[in-house]
């Protein structure tokens, strides 16, 4: 899979990067990841898709190889300035469809670009969208005020991973199979060890994503989630798994009996099932996507 790499100074004052597939005049795919990770960790699942679509990947605030950009500017402002690089440098692909996936926390970004009324979606897919419930937003917001948010669990979590390893082969051997890498597939895990780590300046390899970022991020919620999320108009899948999150579950359920533009269906597998299950996941993200669009 050929994959030009792109890069846009945005009005927050850093620099966002990201890659995108040579212009064949396909459908346009927007495709943000999940948090600690990177556009390209999800390679094996975008391969598949890019038989059908054109792809455009964006590394958000302090992931990948954009730049970390001091605090985390929030999952709202994230989104626009995700929307503004696309506006700036996807000229090229103004003329075709454009098509919207997301994973985790990309997914609930990907929500709220559409939320916002000025994303140039047709359709989206959204892969376990972490969906705070009402009463989680409203608990993680005292939370942010007292300062406590970041003692949650996760957070916590973040803070205590594991940065350095001696080689991207011993990362491969020390995650796999373990954690939130458990029934990876094998390319879905090297796909991660060669675009999430990068070369570190002791020896070794390191995590792109600081520990103290993932933990921002999981510290934090988006605001007007719920308001944005009964704005969506866009025609929109959700895939959940069968071992995620409770709340994940609780959410896309209520998203869907408050917004008849969703739908959702739950797959098997992890939070992670596109990494367990790509050819899969691809499989369902293009019949949606597609989908009459012979017609259109």
């Excluded at 939320?115 to 939370?143: E, I, Q, Y």
């Excluded at 739908?263 to 949606?288: I, N, S």
């Amino acid at each position: 899979m050929q994959l030009i790499p792109w890069q846009h100074a945005t009005s927050a004052g850093f620099t966002l990067r990201g890659w995108h597939s040579p212009v064949r005049g396909k459908p346009l795919l927007h495709f943000l990841h999940g948090n600690g990770f990177c556009g390209r960790t999800y390679e094996p699942m975008l391969a598949c898709l890019a038989t059908d679509f054109d792809l455009w990947l964006c590394d958000i605030q302090g992931h990948g190889d954009s730049d970390h950009g001091g605090a985390f500017l929030g999952w709202n402002r994230n989104a626009d300035l995700a929307l503004e690089a696309l506006q700036a440098q996807g000229q090229a692909f103004s003329e075709v469809p454009r098509f919207a996936a997301g994973h985790s926390f990309g997914g609930v970004l990907t929500a709220l670009m559409m939320g916002g009324g000025h994303a140039p979606f047709r359709k989206a897919v959204l892969l376990d969208p972490v969906l705070f419930t009402p009463a989680m937003v409203m608990a993680m917001s005292m939370a942010e005020m007292t300062g406590m948010a970041k003692l949650t669990p996760m957070a916590r979590a973040a803070m205590r991973r594991r940065k350095h390893w001696p080689s991207r082969e011993e990362a491969f051997e020390s995650l796999h199979n373990r954690g939130a890498y458990k029934g990876w597939r094998d390319e879905a895990l090297r796909a991660f060890t060669e675009h999430a780590l990068r070369d570190s300046p002791a020896g070794g390899v390191e995590l792109k994503c600081r520990r103290s970022r993932e933990a921002e991020i999981f510290s934090s919620t988006p605001e007007s989630l719920w308001t944005l999320l009964g704005r969506v108009r866009t025609p929109t899948l959700v895939l959940h798994a069968r071992h995620t999150f409770d709340f994940v579950n609780e959410s896309v359920a209520r998203w869907q009996l408050v917004n008849d533009a969703v739908q959702a269906h739950q797959v098997e597998g992890g939070h992670c099932f596109m990494q367990e299950h790509p050819k899969e996941t691809a499989a369902q993200v293009r019949a949606f996507l597609l989908a009459h669009e012979d017609t259109a």
